[in-house]
């Protein structure tokens, strides 16, 4: 893997994502490699195809500098704004135990006296070493990305990410510390809407770590992202038929159903509007 140190330019970026109103990206690039990974289009800004995705981590070094004076046009010390990390790498990939990018853009926060919001989003059980960073922040949610409860699955598309049942002790870790947390429940895999015995164990599972928020993504098969993605997994014929079909109406009607079955049963709140998020284009 290409690792390479860099001077950025700018670190608080304003976000056009629901329930973020700025988003830090302490690294370009993302060392898990998700093979259905939307960031992948990121490559291109750094000259990069996007099969090269997975392959090379961006550090930049002046990220917590960079903050240090961005915060500087926050009024009433930024109040009612949401900060998200991060939004197209991972905050707690491998290279952040070198670097502490992460942490350190957290210090600096805390130091300004940030009174907003801090939102994380990582697949990385590294992020317990910050929990007494968490601890001293006055609003703060905490996610882990969830996609099935097996580790076989969240090794074959998540390739170089923490395993899934280690997310899951990192929930349960953050909720004894008595940080919010919610999940990630995202992309939705197709093969959920034959199986929602399947889809009950993400829940039951999340409900037994103490997790009771959760933000839900359908899969978004925009060109780009299917193309590395089939060319990566080499599907059957018969999974990428189950692939193809996540794209109608009844298996979105299907999967919805059980969601809100789901939600009920568990008791949970579905974050970001109260929907699953959905991506309508298929062609793009
Ligand atoms: S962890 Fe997130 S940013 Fe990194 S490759 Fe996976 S989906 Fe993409």
């Known amino acids: 893997m290409e690792l390479k140190e860099i001077l950025s330019k700018s670190i608080l970026v304003p976000s056009k994502l629901p329930d973020s109103d700025f988003v830090i990206n302490p690294y370009t690039g993302c060392s898990f490699g998700c093979s259905y990974c939307y ?28 903050l240090q004076k961005d915060l500087k046009r926050f009024k009433n010390f930024g109040e009612g704004k949401i900060i998200l990390f991060s939004s197209v790498t991972d905050p707690y990939q491998g290279v952040e135990n070198k670097y502490q990018l992460t942490r350190k853009c957290l210090e600096v926060l805390l130091d300004f006296g940030f009174l907003g919001e801090v939102s994380i989003l990582t697949k990385s059980s590294l992020i317990i070493r910050d929990i007494d960073l968490f601890a001293k922040f006055k609003h703060i949610s905490v996610g882990l990305t969830i996609t099935s409860v097996d580790d076989e699955i969240s090794k074959f598309f998540e ?52 997790t009771k928020k959760l933000y839900i993504e359908h899969i978004n098969l925009s060109n780009y992202i299917r193309n590395r993605l089939f060319a990566e997994t080499n599907f059957s014929q018969e999974i990428l038929k189950t692939f193809y079909e996540s794209k109608t109406k009844n298996y979105r009607s299907k999967i919805d159903k059980f969601l809100v079955d789901l939600v009920k049963k568990y008791d949970m709140k579905i974050l970001g509007g109260g929907k699953a998020i959905y991506h309508k284009d298929f062609n793009n």
């Open 39 to 66: 960031a992948s289009f990121m490559s291109r800004y750094v000259e990069k195809e996007i099969d090269d995705w997975g392959n090379f981590v961006f550090v930049k070094k002046n990220a917590p500098e960079l």
């Open 159 to 210: 390739k170089f990410a923490p395993k899934v049942s280690e997310r899951f002790l990192a929930l349960e870790k953050l909720n004894s510390a008595e940080i919010d947390t919610y999940a990630f429940f995202g992309p939705i895999l197709p093969h959920f809407a034959s199986s929602p015995e399947k889809m009950e164990e993400v829940f039951m599972r999340l409900s037994k770590v103490g």
